[in-house]
């Protein structure tokens, strides 16, 4: 039978080289950046418990554990109202600009339709098959510029 030591000596360097990949199988982002972010709020999680506790030790100075708890508590129930507010206000904030920049792309594409329409009405009437040939040939390099 193995014990935990020698299964931690099998398992260690395969979970650190699957760790240190360059990216993810399926979303292709790093998985060393995902870590570090992850560590990053698990230290914010417990800085910030840490903070409520110092503050709660500073509140017990001057007033009873009763009043100091519900000081506390009303400092965590502010900053989360004002976290729940900014995110809120964000949100509308980029909501916004993305609808605006929607409804400029789209008069831009209905300005540039309706010139073409104006310009190319003829001559593609005139010569149909070099027409499909051009727009072909044009649709062939969008693609690959743009996937």
């Given at each position: ?105 789209s008069e831009t594409v209905e300005e540039l339709i309706e010139l073409a ?31």
């Amino acid at each position: 039978m193995m014990d935990a030591k020698t299964l931690f000596a099998i398992a260690e360097p395969y979970i650190i080289e699957r760790l240190l990949q360059n990216g993810a199988p399926l979303t292709g982002k790093s998985k060393a950046g995902f870590g570090c972010l992850i560590t990053a709020l698990i230290c914010a999680c417990a800085g910030a418990g840490f903070l409520v506790y110092a503050l709660y030790q500073w509140l017990l100075f001057n007033f009873t554990p009763d009043i100091a708890a519900a000081l506390t508590g009303a400092a965590l129930m502010f900053l989360s109202a004002l976290s729940i507010l900014t995110a809120w206000g964000l949100l509308k904030y980029q909501k916004m600009k993305s609808r605006a920049l929607q409804r400029q792309m789209s008069e831009t594409v209905e300005e540039l339709i309706e010139l073409a329409n104006g310009e190319l009405a003829e001559p593609v009437r005139d010569h149909p098959k070099a027409a499909l040939l051009i727009a072909s040939c044009a649709g062939l390099i969008a693609g690959h510029k743009l996937l």
